[in-house]
């Protein structure tokens, strides 16, 4: 039995799980907004403790890669890249988007699920940016893409072309703020879907099975874009 600790922070939620062959043994996770620094580190502990487990003892840890908050995804790899290096145990990841797809196509919701069994319906996972923009791909129903991943700017022709003749699931801490623009009859919207490390765990136990492991030394988050500092207007002076 393989057990591994899982972190996501791409996005508002920090969600931390210990899987045993893939599946939940213990999760802890929050929305508080900007939390990920303060709470990170106490949940793996708490976890750790009740699962009486130390990390030596995990078989592997996955991390969410990205793409998402700069902020996020730099505190969740680093606190994984730093567990994998002082216990010499593997280090996988898993994109953030593959992850927001797998908590759509495991929802237990009967509507969801039914939308699902549309032909050729394709999925589209979408991380909050900047404004009208999303960090976003597209999926087919069985985790291929069908759109790579970009950093895309919404508007009313955004997706107009496979609306045509596909049912399309819009999801994802992005999908709010683009609702209004994308409505078309063959458009639907789900909210709070959030990349839960439980899915990360599923997805990151057949990267195991492959050895499918990062070079600890050299991984780095796929933040899609660079970071851009901005100053707060208070304290610009004039």
């Not at 839960?196 to 499918?212: T, V």
């Not at 070079?215 to 500092?229: H, N, Q, R, S």
């Amino acid at each position: 039995m393989a057990t591994a600790l899982n972190i996501e922070t791409a996005t508002p939620l920090c969600s931390v799980a210990l899987t045993i062959d893939g599946n939940v043994a213990v999760q802890r996770e929050t929305l508080e907004e900007k939390s990920h620094a303060a709470r990170l580190t106490v949940f793996i502990r708490e976890i750790l403790e009740e699962h009486t487990s130390k990390i030596a003892e995990i078989d592997y840890i996955a991390v969410g890669k990205g793409p998402g908050s700069y902020t996020g995804l730099r505190i969740g790899v680093s606190t994984a890249k730093g567990l994998c290096y002082g216990a010499d145990i593997p280090l996988i990841s898993v994109s953030t988007l593959l992850i927001l797809y797998q908590q759509v196509i495991m929802h237990p919701d009967p509507w969801i699920q039914k939308l699902l069994d549309q032909p050729d319906v394709l999925l589209c996972p979408m991380i909050d940016a900047r404004r009208m923009e999303v960090f976003t791909c597209v999926f087919n129903k069985q985790g291929i893409e069908v759109e790579s991943v970009s950093a895309r700017i919404i508007d009313t022709d955004s997706y107009q072309e496979l609306l045509r003749d596909h049912v399309m699931i819009f999801f994802g801490s992005g999908m709010e703020k683009c609702r209004e623009t994308l409505a078309h009859q063959h458009a639907y919207f789900i909210p709070d879907i959030f990349p839960h490390a439980a899915s990360l765990g599923r997805l990151a136990e057949d990267k195991y099975n492959r050895k499918e492991f990062e070079d600890i030394a050299y991984f780095e988050p796929f933040y899609l874009k660079d970071f851009i500092a901005t100053i707060p207007k208070k304290s610009i002076s004039v």
